[in-house]
Nanobody, 115 residues
């Protein structure tokens, strides 16, 4: 059973940066599409960025030019580099692995952007 663990969240001032990590157990990480989602209080969970098993990427309009998703299949890890953070980026960030109908979620990591 593949499991994922997110890390790297925390408190940062507006304009600052954070790098989130998503570490997966198992040896078949490379076949999964990876998505970073976030959920703010009182709001629905939304897709922030995704990277396919092929390496192609997509981003929500709200984070384009500020966030970068990447993956290191040799380390079973995906990353979300977040720059120029804004208070509206405050949310719990979740990593999702997807292949066909299989969806694997992590427990999430809190990101708070505040002065």
């Amino acid at each position: 059973q593949v499991q994922v663990v997110e890390s790297g969240g925390g408190l940062v001032q507006p304009g600052g940066s954070l790098r989130l990590s998503c570490k997966a157990s198992g040896s078949i990480f490379r076949v999964y599409n990876v998505g970073w989602y976030r959920q703010a209080p009182g709001k629905q969970r939304e897709l922030v960025a995704g990277i396919a098993s092929s390496g192609s990427t997509n981003y929500a309009d709200s984070v384009k030019g500020r966030f970068t998703i990447s993956r290191d299949n040799a380390k079973n890890t995906a990353f979300l580099q977040m720059n120029s953070l804004k208070p509206e980026d405050t949310a719990v960030y979740y990593c999702n692995l997807q292949q066909f109908t299989t969806q694997i979620w992590g427990q999430g990591t809190q990101v708070t952007v505040s002065s």
